[in-house]
């Protein structure tokens, strides 16, 4: 699992997610497949030799050489505009991976899941989510989605699609669809409390999006009851 | 890099150094013992400092340099392979 090697990737697909993302999917020959919610580095190398590292979580998992990334645009980082805005079928991109054997779920596990992302946090749990459902795990699955407003969503048709075995909430933080029972607020204690899976029966937590969000939902779901050592979190600092 | 990141984060450029993030280290501040992966990450791409998630000192500071890297392990006792 440990790699120190890079590979080049080709693009051979990309899709507008949200309202400034974009997933792109990518053939790796000796990839060798991921295990749900790992990531890869990817290098950018400017024509005068300048070299940009940037780590992002793969939206696919299992066996094979092509794999999904999904990212969103930092206005003022080095490489997402070019990932999001510049990067076409066919260009090629180097890649190392995958990497991180730690925020992961295994199609073996059996234990409740409790997924709580915040905006483009969702990635590596859509990974989660799709190993699931491809291996048709009977364990039970709840995805907590927080994000501004409905357009914001990445993978929105996948996630609204049924998928057995996993339930999805939508938190939505500053829009609300017309006639939306909850009013637009950051996702709080009462949330968790009322959606999350109870901690009476010690669900395994992933937690990732933004450090803000994952410092308030680890806090408050600790606060809850739930054991820290269950609570598997992945923050990004954006670039 | 804003702000601060999970030691997961690290995993790329740890490989380098042929180390995993599943490894556990032991704080030499307060004693807490956990994964490489749930330290905190302050810092740029010159230099990342991980702090211990429990106490906050540092555990170990890496370092780009022209050429290579550097781990320059100033606050873990100990690293092992056990599971967490």
């Known amino acids: 699992m440990v790699t120190g090697g890079w590979m080049v990737g080709t693009v051979v697909e990309v899709r507008a997610e ?8 990518l053939e790796v020959p000796g990839w060798g497949g991921n295990i ?28 094979g050489e092509r794999l999904e990334l999904a990212v969103d645009r930092f206005p003022h980082g080095e490489v997402s505009p070019y990932l999001v805005d510049e990067l076409r079928i066919g260009d090629e991109l180097e890649v190392r991976g ?3 054997g730690w925020f992961v779920w295994r199609p073996d596990q059996t234990e409740p899941v409790q ?25 039970e699955f709840r995805l907590l989605y927080s994000l501004r407003g409905e357009e914001d969503a990445f993978f929105r048709e996948e996630l ?5 075995g996993l ?5 939505f933080t500053r829009r609300t669809p017309t006639g939306w029972p909850r009013p637009a607020s950051r996702i709080t204690a ?13 669900p395994s937590v992933f937690v990732c999006g933004p450090t803000g969000f994952v410092e308030a939902v680890a806090t408050n779901l600790v606060e809850l009851g739930h054991d820290p050592h269950r609570i598997k979190t992945e923050r990004f600092g954006g670039s | 890099m804003r702000g601060h990141v999970d030691g997961n984060a690290l995993a790329g450029i740890l490989s380098e150094l042929q180390l995993d993030v599943t490894v556990r280290g032991r704080c030499a501040g307060c004693g807490d013992v956990a994964v490489l992966a749930r330290a905190v990450v302050y810092g740029d791409e010159q230099a990342r400092v991980a702090r211990c998630a429990a106490c906050s000192g540092v555990l170990f500071v890496l370092f780009t340099e022209p050429g290579g890297m550097r781990l320059q392990l100033r606050g873990m006792s100990w690293l092992d392979t056990a599971p967490e």
């Not at chain 1, 949200?18 to 999917?25: F, H, K, L, Y």
């Not at chain 1, 339930?167 to 938190?171: E, H, R």
């Not at chain 1, 009462?190 to 010690?202: F, K, N, Q, T, Y």
């Open chain 1, 160 to 164: 609204t699609q049924p998928s057995p």
């Open chain 1, 115 to 139: 997924l709580i992302g915040g905006g483009s946090g969702i990635v590596p749990l859509m990974a989660m989510i799709r190993s699931h459902r491809a291996a048709r795990s009977t364990a």
């Open chain 1, 18 to 25: 949200a309202t400034s993302g974009r997933a792109i999917v």
């Open chain 1, 167 to 171: 339930a999805v909430t939508w938190l």
């Open chain 1, 98 to 100: 995958p990497l991180g």
């Open chain 1, 36 to 63: 749900a919610g790992q990531h890869l580095d990817a290098r950018l190398t400017a024509p005068d030799g300048y070299q940009a590292v940037r780590s992002y979580s793969l939206a696919s998992a299992g066996e």
């Open chain 1, 190 to 202: 009462a949330d968790l409390e009322a959606e999350a899976i109870p901690v009476g029966r010690s």
